[in-house]
């Protein structure tokens, strides 16, 4: 039998049974609907997850804490409070100062090295005061694919008197459109030791209710640039105002800005809480790493968080394909009850077909054909249908996203194998769906489907 | 079951259908019912036999197993010199496809399909293009006066008007043997006659060698010629007309 012949059959076949073709097709709809939005919105979460990384650099960045200290260091037997501290033998405590800073930068593979460096401040514009963190960033940094600017431009120069501000802080500075900042004056007001009220080493008078020993002063920066705000932060790079170093040298402000900070400052030498490093490729990431633990500093590198994350996107993508599965499963069993149902008001047809002269290959193929018709448009529609329900989720959850002057992300997305595999995986079960009751048709008996009663 | 050749039965390569020591045995749950025992005959090539007898003497029966919908349970059937049980499943096919063409009482036309569309049927399954199915199946329709009909579909034709495409669809692909199960049984007197004398006409006109069972035995002498009678599965009589 021709091919062409054999589809027209088939599709005739279908169409004379044209309700039910609907239902056990809208069955596959369903079922690769199902399977469709869910894999997609796993895939979409794990681009999102792995392109913001990208852009952010964070691939190919290490932060470097001091021995012992700081958020997550990489070895985790550090993190247990009952176990000493190790130290490498025969070094003292490596102090993370700007001789550290120096041999770092002159590792292999380092592009750039800067201190992370926050302070607290009072900021005030368009009479409006709010409380925040102020990150020192070098021009170089500022002007990376790290940052990225809604409006103006980056600061040129590591001196200078300008600074970036987040559009989420503007926002809060009721300032609606960002553009509109851009070249205006805002106020950074700092608060540092005054030295000559106090012996920095006792704190029992400010926790017993003396006058703080701090003076305050202001600065006057200009804003050269308005950044968005990231819709993932994990990173060093989140802060809502930045300055470049040698801006910041000039303000008088805390030496610390965590608890760790004082502990470390008890112990006499306090240099940097953390180094950033960002390396030319994410391949040096292993090696830079090896050097900066030898010089007895602890290293932290999202990259090798990134193998965790990757394993629990494939376990979300497991159940949720085991989620969709269950949606096909149902559907499959609705084409094999409609496939033995038609065979049974056909068995006449069937004893027809088998006195003119068809095989049981030509009787099987009938059938196997109209099953995978059948995949073939749910296939196609149950993608559709994916589609469809996904841009729905996004449009209302993006709706609420932009409610709290989040960015808009697209949770689901859609490469061209998801079409491809949807389509041949509702054609692959529809098949084996098919196989049983074609089998079935072609043991038909003629005599018996003839036998006039 | 199959017993010492009695009757020196003709022999020769030349035979259409040869039938020798055919038996047929349904089993109802435990019981064998035998359906044929032992029947042997010849049909000439190009001729019209018309097989009689009353219901349930296994003329159908007969006709299913030369038709190679059903498998004989002894003895052979020889078509065209070849042995319908040396056939494999698909082998039975391909016969009752291009080897042999069949009419039933009831029809069995598919009532979803044109008069043209069921007349080209068999074809699908032998492969022939679509422009040269048409054209085979019209000419056919027309052969047996129905070239007007043929969009018509099976319920808006007359019993006689479907056994005339039956009867086309029977021919299509050429078959030198045509076997007719009681083309009669569901007509009236005056187009049963219209009818058998269209299958002596295509029996004269093409040579085609016609195997017919009716119970209608005035009609059978009519137009066969020969007659073979049946009853309780064995060969009665067998008598040459003309």
């Known amino acids: 039998m021709r091919f062409r012949d054999q589809l027209e059959l088939s599709l005739s076949n279908l ?5 039910r073709t609907l239902l056990t097709t809208a069955g596959v709809v369903v079922g690769i609907g199902a399977l469709v939005s869910m894999m997609s919105f796993g895939t979409g979460m794990q681009k999102n997850v792995t392109e913001t990384f990208k852009s952010l650099e964070l691939f190919n960045s290490i932060t470097v804490f001091p021995e012992g200290s700081g958020p997550g260091g990489s070895d985790p037997d550090r993190i247990d409070p009952h176990q000493p501290r190790r130290v490498p033998a025969g070094t003292a405590k490596a102090v993370l100062d700007d001789r550290a800073l120096d041999a770092i930068s002159k590792l292999r593979g380092v592009e750039t090295v800067y201190p992370d460096v926050n302070f607290p401040a009072l900021v005030r ?38 600074i970036i501000v987040n559009d989420y802080l503007l926002r809060r500075l009721d300032v609606k459109d960002p553009a ?29 209710g003396g006058k703080l020993p701090v003076s305050k002063e202001t ?16 990173g060093s790079v989140w802060n809502e105002l930045m300055i470049p170093p040698g801006a910041a040298r000039k303000i008088k402000k805390l030496p610390f800005t965590s608890i760790w900070d004082i502990f470390r400052l008890q112990e006499g030498a306090i240099g940097y809480s953390a180094l950033n490093v960002r390396l030319s490729s994410p391949g040096e990431v292993d090696a830079v790493k090896a050097r900066i633990k030898e ?16 394993q629990a996107f494939f376990f979300l993508d497991m159940i949720l394909a085991a989620v969709g599965m269950i949606a096909i499963f149902v559907a499959a069993l609705g084409i094999v009850n409609t496939m033995v149902m038609s065979i049974l008001e056909r068995t006449r047809e069937i004893g027809i077909m088998k006195a003119v002269g068809a095989g049981d290959g030509d009787v099987r193929s009938v059938f196997v054909f109209e099953s995978s018709i059948i995949g073939f448009a749910g296939g196609l529609l149950g993608y559709g249908l994916g589609w469809i329900v996904s841009r729905v989720i996004n449009r209302v959850v993006n709706y609420f996203l932009a409610r709290q002057s989040l960015p808009a992300i697209d949770y689901f997305a859609f490469p061209w194998w998801l079409f491809a595999g949807a389509l041949a995986f509702a054609v692959a079960v529809s098949l084996a769906a098919g196989i049983y009751p074609a089998h079935r048709a072609a043991l038909v008996d003629p005599v018996k489907a003839l036998r006039h009663d | 079951m199959r017993n010492a050749v009695a009757e020196p039965i003709p022999q020769g390569p030349s035979a259409a259908v040869e039938v020798r020591g055919l038996a047929k045995i349904y089993r109802l749950g435990r019981v064998d019912v035998p359906a044929l025992r032992d029947v042997s005959f010849r049909v000439e090539p ?46 039975l096919a391909r016969y009752r496809r291009s080897g042999v063409g069949m009419i039933f009482q009831s029809f069995n036309l598919l009532s979803s399909r044109t008069a043209l569309e069921n007349v080209e049927f068999p074809l699908l399954f032998a492969g022939v293009p679509k422009a040269e199915r048409r054209e085979r199946a019209a000419s056919l329709l027309d052969q047996v006066g129905l070239a007007g009909r043929s ?16 009867i086309a669809r029977a021919l299509v692909n050429r078959p030198p043997l045509v076997l007719a199960d009681e083309p009669t049984g569901n007509l009236d007197s005056r187009t049963a006659r219209e009818i058998v004398g269209l299958l002596a006409e295509l029996n004269r006109s093409r040579e085609l060698t016609i195997l017919m069972v009716t119970h209608e035995t005035a009609l059978a002498r009519e137009f066969a010629h020969a007659v073979i009678r049946l009853h309780d599965g064995r060969v009665e009589s067998e008598e040459k007309l003309r």
């Open chain 2, 151 to 166: 969009r018509h579909r099976p319920i808006e034709l007359s019993g006689g008007e479907q056994q005339r495409v039956a």
């Open chain 1, 219 to 234: 600065y006057e920066f200009r804003i050269v640039g308005v950044s968005e705000n990231m819709g993932f932060g994990p």
């Open chain 1, 15 to 19: 169409w004379k049974v044209k309700l």
């Open chain 1, 295 to 310: 010089m007895g500093f602890s290293t932290f590198a999202l990259a090798d968080q990134f193998a965790q994350v990757r």
């Open chain 1, 125 to 162: 514009f368009n009479g409006r005061e709010e409380f925040r963190l102020v990150q020192v960033l070098p021009a170089k940094i500022a002007g990376s694919r790290m940052i990225k600017l809604r409006a103006g431009k980056p600061y040129l120069s590591d001196d200078a008197d300008e």
């Open chain 1, 180 to 208: 509109s900042a851009i070249g205006k004056r805002i106020e950074i007001a700092s608060v540092s030791f005054d030295l000559g009220r106090l012996n920095p080493m006792d704190f029992s008078s400010i926790f017993q």
């Open chain 2, 46 to 91: 190009g001729s019209f036999t018309a097989v009689t007898g009353v219901s349930g003497s296994g003329k159908s029966t007969l006709l299913n197993l030369v038709g190679g919908l059903d498998t004989a349970s002894a003895g052979s059937i020889t078509v065209m010199g070849k042995d319908l049980a040396l056939m494999s499943r698909d082998g």
